[in-house]
């Protein structure tokens, strides 16, 4: 069996990222291991969108660093060629009278405490700029104009072929079937191309979390949940590149939105989805009652659009821990095991800086920013980072 310094399994968005970081650190032998291709599984199905807007601070500041990868993107990779796909399209969230508002407002002025750009828009510019939709029922807009959209395989990608650059190693089409683990101790893997001797696996494993659980014996809370998205044409009202990424706290779906395509919306719900009984990346049906609601909602905010037909649509599954929040860090119990699962919707907006602290951390390193609140250890003690929106939500 050949030896490696750290064994990553999965080359999703995050994985990728990782194993770039661990390079980019100084180790000299990385291997990669994913079940299929790199970028392929819950990556490829990711809406794109970019912001920082959170309301969990440390959310924010994971997505502040973030945010500066993805605006310098080549230059950050050292690699002309390299893409992430933005477009700076500015990012609008509002939300009316009501529950919503109080939560929006302290989500906003902590953004503005840790720094990040923001402004605050009457209906008239909120219009100016999103001139498709109505803001009648606005009673508070924020405006986040270092934001936009991206393109998360296009990142996954990149971020292997400069980790491959710097002499990770990847491969791809390896099933992991077990951690080999003695004395409480990661001592390798085992997979269907062959076992590997390691003393350091991170698993950044997504919705595939539950078979470490079952190689530890350790419980990781984690619930694979399907959401759809829909890609809806107007003729009447074309959702263009320079109109900004939209965040509907009214709806009750509290629905996001953004260019696609240059002309299309492409929306989405923020809450809780259809849970799974187990790992997929198949997509699902989507019942037409469901088009017929998120439609309706999209109408209420953007009126022509009562009229608009489906483009495209496709489903996605987030890996859901039960504060909607992930976990990072290391496993108790099991020494050399570095976890990264459990984004539930978050994991491309702060993959960079979750890749670089999740290498750190396997290192030995400080990391960038204190995983203490993402530890597993929360689900038992209760301090849970629920968003001031409430669990449930992609806040």
Avoid at 177 to 198: C, M, P, Q, R, Y
Avoid at 292 to 313: C, D, L, N
Wanted: aromatic letters at 8%.
């Amino acid at each position: 069996m050949k030896t490696y310094d750290v064994i990553v399994i999965g080359a999703g968005v995050v994985g990728s990222s990782v194993a770039y970081q661990l390079a980019r650190l100084g180790a000299k032998n990385v291997l990669v291991l994913d079940r299929g291709t790199i970028g392929a599984g819950t990556t490829s199905q990711s809406s794109g969108i970019l912001r920082t807007h959170y309301s969990v601070k440390e959310n924010v500041e994971l997505a502040r660093k973030s945010w500066n990868v993805f605006n310098n993107f080549s230059a950050y990779l050292e690699d002309e060629e390299a893409s992430c796909g933005l477009v700076k399209s500015g990012y609008m969230i509002c939300a009316p009278e009501g529950d919503k508002l109080e939560p929006l407002r302290a989500s906003l002025a902590q953004q503005k405490a840790q720094g990040i750009p923001l402004e605050f828009l009457d209906a008239k510019q909120a219009s100016e700029l999103l001139p498709i939709a109505q803001f009648a029922d606005a009673a508070l807009i924020g405006y986040e104009p270092e934001a936009g959209f991206a393109d998360a395989y296009l990142v996954a990608t990149s971020f292997a072929r400069a980790a491959r650059k710097g002499g990770v190693t990847i491969r791809e089409n390896a099933q992991v079937n077990k951690l080999i683990i003695e004395n409480g101790k990661i001592a390798g893997v085992s997979t269907s191309i062959g076992d590997f001797f390691t003393s350091t696996v991170v698993s950044t494993q997504n919705i595939w979390t539950p078979e470490l659980a079952g190689w530890t014996g350790h419980s990781l809370p984690v619930m694979p949940e399907r959401h759809a998205v829909l890609a809806l044409e107007c003729e009447a009202a074309k959702y263009t590149f320079s109109m900004p990424v939209f965040k509907d706290l009214a709806s009750p779906g509290m629905l996001y939105c953004r260019s696609y395509g240059g002309n299309q919306m492409l929306v989405s719900e923020g809450i809780a989805g259809e849970k799974l009984n187990a790992a997929e990346v198949e997509q699902g049906d989507i019942p037409m009652d469901y088009i017929i609601e998120v439609g309706g909602q999209v109408a209420e905010r953007f009126p022509e659009y009562e009229t608009a037909g489906i483009a495209s649509s496709w489903t996605g599954v987030y890996d859901v821990t039960p504060d909607w929040n992930p976990v990072l860090g290391k496993l108790p119990g099991i020494e050399g095991l570095v976890v990264g699962y459990g984004f539930s919707g978050h994991g491309f907006k702060l993959s960079p800086t979750v890749g670089r602290v999740l290498a750190q951390e396997a290192l030995g390193l400080p990391t960038d920013v204190s995983l203490r609140p993402y530890s597993i250890e929360r689900f038992s003690t209760g301090e849970l980072l629920v968003g001031k929106y409430g669990s449930g939500a992609v806040s």
